[in-house]
């Protein structure tokens, strides 16, 4: 039973340019949620999404936005990217309160 | 504004000594997990715990919810270097008809040889 998969696991991208972060959760979980993680800190929510909805979003600007399709996989995309927002992008699955699951993550470098 | 308080927010200790690590808030979870983290991956989930005052052993690790279920704690007997890393906690509340988790601040453990 596969988890949570994340694509691309390493990015490199110049400021000023747009990114897409893709997730395919584990099998049988319908919420998809992604997480900024900047190094020896927590993860920070961005946002949730269910049944193709945003339902939850985090302190992020307008510039962080996501997809979810109808096989739950999910999309995260970052326009204008600072230098800021170099950082390990997680994306975690969930399915009521049982918990998440999380991806290996991306790790988005921005030079 | 929903938090999930952790402490300590580091630990450094010798192997074989024991630990615990706290999670409190003043909201209620309809369950709550534990995961643990190492540099460049993502959480792997430990543990959930839906019921209050709910207890459950992994090998050296013990988890227990509070009575409330607004709090919980993580003990680790005998630690070993193996354990270190950062130990996260979450909270679940229902929300929009899914659950949104919020996270614990972290605690950041190093386990000494």
């Known amino acids: 039973d596969a988890g949570v998969t994340q694509s691309p696991t390493h990015l490199i991208k110049t400021r000023g340019q747009q990114v897409t972060l893709r997730c395919s959760p584990k099998s049988g979980h319908d919420t998809v949620s992604w997480y900024q993680q900047a190094l020896g800190q927590g993860p920070q929510f961005i946002f949730q999404?269910?049944?193709?909805?945003?339902?939850q979003r985090g302190n992020f600007p307008d510039r962080f936005s996501g997809h979810q399709f109808p096989n739950y996989s999910s999309e995260l995309n970052v326009n204008a990217l600072l230098l800021g927002d170099s950082a390990l992008y997680l994306c975690a699955s969930s399915l009521a309160v049982l918990g998440y699951t999380f991806g290996s993550g991306t790790r988005l470098t921005v030079v | 504004t929903q938090l999930l308080e952790q402490s300590p927010q580091f630990l450094s200790i010798q192997e074989g000594e024991n630990l615990t690590v706290y999670c409190n808030s003043s909201s209620v979870f309809s369950s709550l997990q534990w995961y643990r983290q190492e540099p460049g991956e993502g959480p792997v989930l430990l543990v959930t715990?839906?019921?209050?005052?709910e207890v459950k052993k992994l090998k050296r690790l013990t988890f227990q919810f509070g009575d409330a279920r607004k709090d919980s704690s993580l003990h680790i007997t005998a630690a070993q270097p193996g354990d270190t890393g950062l130990y996260l906690c979450?909270?679940?509340?229902?929300?929009?008809?899914?659950?949104?988790?919020?996270f614990g601040t972290g605690t950041r453990l190093k386990v000494l040889a």
């Open positions: 979450a909270g679940a509340l229902p929300t929009s008809g899914t659950y949104k988790y919020i």
């Open positions: 999404y269910y049944e193709e909805e945003e339902r």
């Open positions: 715990v839906v019921t209050g005052g």
